[in-house]
């Protein structure tokens, strides 16, 4: 049996491009949903215009993309997903699910999925993963149910407090959570792929 896999996008428009090469890759293997924050789903910046991604998650996986709150309530309820990856995840958003806010697409489609135990896979990725960040990084390291894509410095001279994590890795990070277990090591050195 293969894990139905959800896969939400927030607002790290510069790592978009790292995101749906994994979506790719993701559905071709896996039955595969979208999930995008409003503020991703609306927001067109130097990286694309938002549509062009939505209408490229569709073709994907063949759903609609879930994009706002009643839309991503029943991930729980009617059991969506068997993991549900937050890929990218910027400090923003960690910082909501550390506090338990939900007032996205996204935290709302995290915190119905936990409801049933099952487990959230961060890809995070922020200039301020080594500073303002760190605390959330923390607290949810310590929380059952989350697994992180293992970090690295992506810029340490020039962005000393940047973290990002390695793609190449989240597969197997997203399938290391379904049998409840973390990658290691979390940390890596180095620039990844």
């Not at 896969?7 to 896996?30: H, M, N, Q």
């Not at 009617?78 to 806010?101: E, W």
């Not at 989350?146 to 020039?158: G, K, N, R």
Request: aromatic share 8%; net charge neutral.
């Amino acid at each position: 049996m293969k894990p139905r896999i959800g896969l939400a996008l927030t607002g790290s428009y510069c790592t978009f491009d790292k995101a749906l090469a994994a979506a790719e890759a993701l559905a071709e293997r896996y039955d595969l949903t979208a999930v995008l924050s409003e503020t991703a789903a609306a927001t067109d910046t130097r990286f694309g215009a938002a549509q062009d991604f939505i209408r490229r998650l569709e073709q994907l996986t063949g759903k609609p993309v879930l994009r706002s709150i009643p839309e991503a309530e029943p991930v729980g309820p009617r059991d969506y997903f068997d993991v549900l990856a937050v890929a990218p995840c910027t400090g923003n958003t960690l910082a909501k699910l550390a506090a338990g806010i939900t007032d996205t697409a996204v935290t709302m489609a995290v915190k119905s999925h936990l409801r049933g135990g099952k487990p959230v896979v961060i890809a995070f990725g922020s200039n301020d993963g080594l500073g303002a960040s760190a605390k959330n990084l923390g607290e949810l390291l310590n929380r059952k149910h989350y697994y992180f894509v293992p970090l690295y410095q992506d810029a340490p001279e020039a962005k000393p407090n940047s973290l990002a994590a390695d793609y190449s890795l989240l597969e197997q990070t997203i399938l290391a959570a379904w049998e409840r277990r973390q990658l290691q090591p979390l940390l890596r050195g180095g620039a990844a792929g």
